[in-house]
């Protein structure tokens, strides 16, 4: 039975499987390996995911969703026609999209998989992640950090011995930084820092607000229908400026046409506060992994927001160092989890190759420390693992009773960088019963265990008794139960996905009528008869009458968008 | 020491044997099924390193030969330590940029501005040192970080005492040096290299809060008085009989 490999992103996702020792990405049905994280419902309640569903953002922007992975390890759901999705759920229906693209390429059901996650995700975002494939029915093998994956399908490219790589991985929605060393076979995480509200999505938001700003639009007074249409065109236009000076943007809305020019120069200055965020990650790794720049072998880009030109010269100002990015930063962290797979199932071209990775973040208690008049004051934070050590690991700490006759130690587990738990993240709680005894006579052991997975636990011990208890981070805010997990899973199961070639059909229709939507007049015309046409192929039911409708149609439709009849 | 049993290995000054030996122990473990194995190896791996890294230092104290080291402070950091390995490193090549001079360059011009008691008032004349492309450089910033951050933390004032002094530099000012340094996220590291209540000082003005607030969190609210229950149901129920009355009409 085949490992998959799986890279779950905000934009896009992506699978692949280890195929004659090597890396073999999996198309899915339209023959793209990118398959857009997005899902929409149509008419009937049926679930549309993919490329289909991108192309309903503008005709039904109610009834379709994207960039859901931003909202993992929340309880923010969303509504899709009469159904409740929690981010999970959403997430589980594309990976339960990816398995059966991978299952008809392999001829097998499919039931494990290794997924890549960002490096800076938190406990709940990893649960969350792991959830999501449970629900459809995947066991997860290993979360891998998406900075690393990617490092993992470089060092296997070329593998020069003792090479210190920094790794900058900018996707849809996510940032992460890693230092990594690669000696003797072993690919060896030395830190990993990054924001995890930071990614191409937030450049795309940032100059529709410009955009609004310029031509005098209210956003609230926007209907979703021409928000979307001029996110869409905001965003071919960002990706434009990679190779032109300057853009032209034009869009028709319901009741007006917008225009806006945008320069690149106008770009860099609208961007600006989210290229000064790229830079506090970077510098803490580094400094983290006891590199400077020059200690570097190479830094290597890594997601499609990197691919804006912006970035690589912010890099190249920051370290001194001209960044490389040789395999498509789209496909690179799949080809790092298919590896990943590999190497779990340890096959035999790869049996000399290890790899170690860190935790993020800091993880501790709150204690009350003393002050020097003699008080305690609560809320301070006492580290347990420290960031950036070597996974899997486990450490223990001691703390003791602070007032005479106390009967209960609260353990709050805590996530963060900050020395007062306030402004770290809460993971979970913890009443330990001690016997009564004098202030500082009682004390607690704490260990923590952080497993190569990224997932926490947590043991207490009282000394004087030997009684433990053991905490799995179940935040209440987040966690699902037993039985929302039952429910959850019959639901999913009961979505039927596209046989794959009613999925080709649906993606042409759905992008044929967004080319209506943005067409105007003759042209407009032009692709309504041609949708009828192509509708009147289908009717037939001749498998070869459809084949050549489809593939007719698909080519007309790319000369109708090469043409830019639109602008 | 222990570490070169676990790393079968004779005791060595080469990072590189160091190194080749961990590799091979390592991929004998399969560290998902024996968690355990692979700690005691990566600790007797980052314990040998650290011997020859601070083996100068571990000699001058002659009898310490079975120095055992917390992996923590393989990864702790301090200030004076980037300080030298940035200075020990290949700066002698002419090719490799050499942070200090700029960095002594911005922390000139920020002493003079203080001394300007009317200029060091207004946050646009601070802006316009730190708005230089110099500081893009990563180098120059971190150390600028800690430079900076003493700088300020010794002006604005505070004792370990908690006493009060006049501040010299206003808030606005640290609220956009912070902007520029992200202190507020380096609190932990911040405090293992200076003194709490400089720390404080700092944080108090970046985010209004020392910290000393939490001492009352346990307080609870104070309950409102009986009477304004009694008048706030009685405006409620005579509401309601009105409603009625203009119902059943």
Partial sequence: MALIGIDLGTTNSLVGVWHKDAVKLIPNAHGEILTPSVISI????????????????????????????????????????????????LSALVLKQLKYDAESFLGETISEAVISVPAYFNDMQRNATKRSAELIGLKVERLINEPTAAAIAYGLHDRADDCHYLILDLGGGTFDVSVLEFFEGVMEVHASAGDNFLGGEDFTTLL???????????????????????????????????????????????????EWKLTKGDFESIVEPLLQKLKHPIERALRDAKLKPSDLDEVILVGGATRMPVIRSLVSKIIRRIPVSTINPDEVVCHGAVIQSALLEKHEALKDVVLTDVSPYTMGIEIASSRNNGNYEAGHFMPIIERNSVVPI????????????????????????????????????LNVKVPKNKAGEECVDIRFTYDANGILEVITKVVSTGDEQNLLIENSAVHMSKEQIRESFKKLSSIKLHPREEAQNLALFSRAERLYEEALGESRNYIAHIIGQFENALDTQDHDVANQARKDLDKVLDEIEGEGVLS | MKCWSILELSQTDDKKTIKRAYAKKLKLIDSQADPEAFQRLREAYEQAVYYVENQAELQLDGTQTDYEVESKSEISFSHAEIEQNIKEGPGQQDDVFDPYPSAQDIMGKVADLYEDTEARNKPEAWRAIFEDQVLLDIEVLSILRYWIFEFVAERLGATDWGEAAPKTINRETVRYLNQVFTWDQEQLSLSECYPHHLVSAVMYEIDGNKGMLELNRNVEKEKRPIWMMVVGWVVVLSCLAKLFAAISK
Avoid at chain 1, 58 to 82: E, W, Y
Avoid at chain 1, 213 to 230: F, T, V
Avoid at chain 1, 395 to 413: A, I
């Fill in chain 1, 394 to 429: 486990s450490r223990v700490d001691r703390v003791n009773t602070v007032q005479n006759g106390q009967m209960e130690l609260s353990v709050e587990v805590f996530q963060g960088e900050s020395r007062l738990v306030k402004n770290n993240i809460f993971l979970g709680r």
């Fill in chain 1, 42 to 89: 149509d008419e009937h309640n049926n679930v549309i995911i993919g490329k289909a569903a991108k192309d309903r953002l503008i005709k039904h922007p109610d009834n379709t969703v994207s960039a859901f992975k931003r909202r993992m390890g929340t309880q923010a759901s969303c509504t899709l026609g009469k159904q409740k999705f929690r981010p999970e759920e």
């Fill in chain 1, 208 to 258: 529709c607000k410009a955009c609004f700003e310029a031509c005098g639009i209210n956003e609230k007074k926007l209907s979703s229908r021409d928000n979307e249409l001029i996110r869409k065109t905001i965003e071919q236009a960002k990706k434009d400026l990679g190779s032109k000076s300057e853009v032209n943007i034009a869009a028709n809305l319901s009741k007006s046409k917008l």
